[in-house]
């Protein structure tokens, strides 16, 4: 069974910088595509960044310059460093893989999510 375990969520202040974490485990042969989404309060969840097993990668205009994603294929794991943080960053931020191949073929897999908070 695949699971996806996030950390390094917290309380940060506007200006500040986090850097999360997301290890896939499991018996994983390969993970397509690896990302970011966050969900604010009393908004839809939306996507932040992702990138391929190549290392394409794609991010939302309001995260562009400020935040970075990398990724570690022998690790299955994906890292999002957010720096200059601002209030609007706040919110709970989810881990996926997407077309993670495994004996029963690929699938889909979320994580449980991780608060991020930006205020003075």
Known sequence: QVQLVESGGGLV??????????????????????????????????????????GITRYADSVKGRFTISRDNAKNTVYLQMNSLKPEDTAVYYCNARGVYTIVGPSDYWGQGTQVTVSS
């Open 13 to 54: 202040q506007p200006g500040g910088s986090l850097r999360l974490s997301c290890a896939a485990s499991g018996s994983i042969f390969s993970i397509n595509a690896m990302g970011w989404y966050r969900r604010a309060p009393g908004k839809q969840r939306e996507l932040v960044a992702t990138i391929t097993s190549g």
